[in-house]
C-alpha cells in the first residue's frame, strides 16, 4: 500500500498495520524473543544469539524501536536494549482487540 493511500483508512488501522509490517519478518521475531526470555538489558549478545551480521542485527533492531517495542540506552561505544513493557502491553491490546472482535457464527462452513 502507498502512503498516499493510507488517508482511507482510520489511524488505528494504519498503526496497527505498521506493527504488523515491523513483526513480519523472522529475525525480529528472534530478537524479541531473546530480549523477552532474557528480561534484560541485553548489548553484544545478539550478534551471537541470531547469528547475523551486527550491521544487520542493528537495522532489525531500529525498525522494532521505531515502533516503540524496544528501547536502548546508549553508554559509550556500548548500546543495550530491552523490551519496552508498556508497550508491549499497548500492541498486544491492540491485537487483542482485532482478533476478540471476531464472534464465530454457529455456521460450520461459512464459505
Known sequence: MG???SHLFTEEQNELARIARVLAHPARI???QYLIKA???INGDLVQEIGLAQATISQHLGELKSI???QGTIDGVKVSYC???SRLSEI???LEQ???SFTPTSIDNCC
Open 3 to 5: 502512503t498516499t493511500q
Open 83 to 85: 523490551i519496552n513493557p
Open 30 to 32: 528472534a530478537i524479541l
Open 68 to 70: 516503540g517495542l524496544i
Open 92 to 94: 498486544k491490546k491492540q
Open 39 to 41: 528480561n534484560a538489558c
Open 98 to 100: 482485532l482478533f476478540d
